[in-house]
C-alpha cells in the first residue's frame, strides 16, 4: 500500500478476516522481501492499496523484479492472492489480465501462467475502498471511529468478563461479611464489570484517534524516543537482552531476537505509554466530576489519581515482565 494507507488496509481487511471465524496469521510483519502481508486460512494475502487501480497493480509488478509478478507462495508455487481497493477491483482484473498476456505472471523458476482468466483467480475484491482505508488513518471521521470501536470492542468485552468474574468471585466469598443476596452480589458485578469494558473501549478509541493527530504523532515519536533509550540501556547486559527477547517473543508468539526483538519491545512500550495515559485520563473522569460538584474533598481526589497511576504502571510492568516467565 501507500504510505499509512497501506498498513490500515492490511489491518481492516485482516479485522475483517478475524471477524469472519477465519484463521489470520501477520506474516508480513517481518518485512520480508515479497512476503505476504498476511496468511488467511492458509492462503498468502498481499495487500495494495493505491490511489488509482493501475498503481494498485503495478505495485505487484516491481522494476526490480524485471517488471514480472513479484508476490509468490514458496511452498505452493502459485502467486499470492493481489488484494485490491474494492471499488477498483474489476478495472484491477482486466488489467491483471493483460499483463498475464504480456507473460509477466512468471516466478523465479520461469513457470509463466498464460491463461488470462487465472486474473480472477489471482486479484482479490478486498472488503474496503482505498478511501475508506485513507479515512482510517486519519482522527474524526466516521470510518476511523467506526473501525476503532469495533477493534475497541473485543477488549472491552474481556474486560467485562473478566471484571465480572473476579468481583463476583469476591463478592460471594465475603457475602456473609458485606451481608449481600446473591441477586445484589450479581447486579453489582455486573456494574463493575460494565465500568471495565466501558473504560477500556474509551481508552482504545481515544488512543487510536489522538495518534492519527499531528500531536498524537509527536506524543508517539517522544514516546518511541525515551522507549528506545530504556530499551538500549537494557540491552547492555545479558541479561537485558535475554528479557527484551522474550519479552518480543511473548508479543509476536513466534521466535525473534537481535535488532528485530527489540523494534517489537520499542513500539510496545511506546504504544503502552499513549494507551496508559488515555486510561488514566479515563479512569479519573469520575473522581473529576466528583470534585467539580464537591463530592469528594481535594485530599481525596489526589489520593485516587496517586492510586490510580500507580496501579496503570503496575499493569505496564507487569505486562513487560510476563515475557520473561
Not at 172 to 193: Q, T, W, Y
Not at 202 to 224: F, I, P
Amino acid at each position: 500500500g501507500l504510505c499509512g494507507h497501506g498498513y490500515a488496509a492490511e489491518d481492516v481487511n485482516s479485522f475483517y478476516d478475524i471477524t469472519k471465524g477465519h484463521d489470520v496469521e501477520f506474516s508480513g510483519r517481518d518485512n520480508s522481501l515479497y512476503g505476504a502481508d498476511r496468511t488467511v486460512d492458509g492462503i498468502q494475502i498481499q495487500t495494495k492499496y493505491y490511489s488509482s487501480a493501475k498503481a494498485s497493480i503495478e505495485a505487484g509488478f516491481p522494476d526490480n523484479n524485471s517488471g514480472n509478478y513479484a508476490y509468490w507462495d514458496n511452498e505452493t508455487g502459485k502467486p499470492q492472492l493481489l488484494e485490491v481497493p474494492s471499488d477498483q477491483y474489476d478495472k484491477c482484473v482486466a488489467l491483471m489480465r493483460e499483463k498475464i498476456k504480456e507473460g509477466k505472471v512468471v516466478d523465479a523458476n520461469g513457470n509463466k501462467i498464460t491463461d488470462s482468466n487465472e486474473a480472477t483467480n489471482i486479484v482479490k475484491k478486498g472488503n474496503y475502498t482505498y478511501q475508506q482505508a485513507k479515512n482510517v488513518t486519519k482522527a474524526g471521521n466516521i470510518d476511523s471511529l467506526k473501525f476503532d470501536i469495533e477493534t475497541g470492542s473485543i477488549a472491552a468485552v474481556s474486560a467485562f468478563g473478566i471484571s465480572f468474574a473476579i468481583n463476583l468471585c469476591m463478592t460471594l466469598v465475603s457475602r456473609e461479611r458485606n451481608g449481600l443476596s446473591l441477586e445484589e452480589a450479581v447486579k453489582l458485578s455486573f456494574l463493575e464489570g460494565l465500568r471495565s469494558g466501558t473504560i477500556s473501549l474509551s481508552t482504545h478509541v481515544a488512543t487510536s484517534q489522538v495518534l492519527k493527530t499531528s500531536v498524537g504523532r509527536y506524543m508517539a515519536a517522544y514516546a518511541t524516543k525515551c522507549s528506545k533509550e530504556v530499551v538500549n540501556l537494557v540491552w547492555q547486559t545479558d541479561a537485558g537482552k535475554q528479557l527484551v527477547q522474550q519479552v518480543a517473543r511473548n508479543i509476536l508468539q513466534k521466535n525473534v531476537s537481535g535488532g528485530a526483538a527489540k523494534q517489537v519491545v520499542i513500539k510496545f512500550l511506546r504504544t503502552n505509554t499513549v494507551t496508559q495515559l488515555a486510561m488514566f485520563v479515563a479512569s479519573s473522569i469520575p473522581d473529576t466530576w466528583d470534585i467539580i460538584r464537591s463530592r469528594i474533598s481535594g485530599k481525596q481526589f489526589f489520593k485516587n489519581l496517586v492510586v490510580n497511576g500507580s496501579s496503570l504502571a503496575g499493569a505496564t510492568i507487569g505486562a513487560i515482565l510476563a515475557g520473561r516467565y
